[in-house]
């Protein structure tokens, strides 16, 4: 398998359960990628980046609809907003109330700087009418950023986290389409929590 083409095809031919157990092992890989430090830089206690992938969590999130889930469509794909592609957690909000993932996020001891990077965006093909979608982050239940837009660009956003380290946190995406469902086609790009260990 030289292409991505033919790497693709044999991806999709996998059961879900094979699907899932390569991406536990490109999980891995990149783990011990971040963790191939040089002798020295181990031997001085440099600083380490840290990242979570929520995207490559997703199996481990629990979606829900805040009401009845009818309408609703919560996954993980390639979208495109603004004639810009990116992976995305796709969010379309049931008819009523909101869409929600909910992951529980181990913290290591001794992080620092911890830091929530996403960008949100309307999929390309939605026909609002005057409307707008929410898009909203919880922090074990509190909110702690919100936006109502229609945003048809990725625009980028950084959230700086209450300190988490050594904690479980619970982080809450969701989205609402504030009473009108058509065509809130909200997506999460490419969202991460970063940080510093030591």
Request: charged fraction near 25%.
């Amino acid at each position: 398998m030289d292409t991505q083409d033919e790497l693709q095809q044999a991806l999709a031919a996998l059961s879900p359960a094979d699907r899932e157990r390569v991406r536990e092992y490109v999980a891995f890989l990149r783990w011990r990628a971040q963790r191939n430090l040089t002798g020295a830089e181990a031997a001085g206690g440099a600083e380490r980046p840290w990242r979570f992938n929520f995207l490559e969590h997703f199996s481990e999130a629990e979606v829900r609809a805040s009401r009845h889930a009818g309408g609703m469509e919560v996954k993980i794909a390639e979208t495109v907003v603004g004639d810009e592609s990116r992976p995305a957690l796709w969010m379309h909000p049931p008819l009523a109330g909101e869409a929600t993932a909910e992951y529980h996020v181990a913290v290591p001891v001794g992080l620092r700087d911890l830091r929530l990077r996403f960008a949100i965006g309307v999929r390309e093909g939605a026909q609002p009418a005057d409307q707008l979608v929410a898009f909203r982050i919880r922090v074990d239940g509190w909110q702690v950023w919100s936006r109502a837009a229609w945003p048809i660009r990725w625009e980028p956003v950084e959230v700086p986290l209450p300190h988490q380290a050594g904690n479980i946190l619970r982080l809450t995406f969701a989205t609402d389409g504030l009473g009108e469902h058509k065509f809130a086609w909200a997506a999460w790009g490419e969202p991460v929590l970063v940080g510093t260990e030591s």
